[in-house]
């Protein structure tokens, strides 16, 4: 599977941004999704993942309450909606996806399938 995505961009500290991942292929409905996150010269961070059906997600304690992660199956995509943004957020998003589906890994070498990265800047 092909993942690409999107909807990053500049957006001042309490704002909102919704990123979204578009999948090639049919098997996108049976892969978990997840969002990674990192800034330049630190490890790459983890920030929600949900399961093949939707019906189980998770979320970094720094982001719990503020995101969301939702997917389409029928359009293969999933989305990252992000509220009350701050500075700290800024950083390149990535997607990932996980063929097996019921599992809802937290780290990367969970996923073996990823996008290319969208960019997020928070200002203060």
């Known amino acids: 599977v092909q993942l690409q995505a999107s909807g990053g961009g500049l957006v001042q500290a309490g704002g909102s941004l919704r990123l979204s991942c578009a999948a090639s292929?049919?098997?996108?409905?049976?892969?978990?999704m997840a969002w990674f996150r990192q800034v330049p010269g630190k490890e790459r961070e983890f920030v929600a993942a949900i399961d093949r059906s939707g019906g189980s997600t998770s979320y970094a304690d720094s982001v719990k309450g503020r995101f969301t992660i939702s997917r389409d199956n029928f359009k293969n995509t999933v989305s990252l909606q992000m509220n009350s943004l701050k500075p700290e957020d800024t950083a390149v998003y990535y997607c990932?996806?996980?063929?097996?589906?019921?599992?809802?890994?937290?780290?990367?070498?969970?996923?073996?399938?990823w996008g290319q990265g969208t960019l997020v800047t928070v200002s203060s």
């Open positions: 292929g049919h098997t996108f409905p049976s892969y978990t």
């Open positions: 990932a996806g996980d063929r097996r589906g019921y599992y809802v890994g937290t780290i990367e070498d969970d996923y073996v399938y």
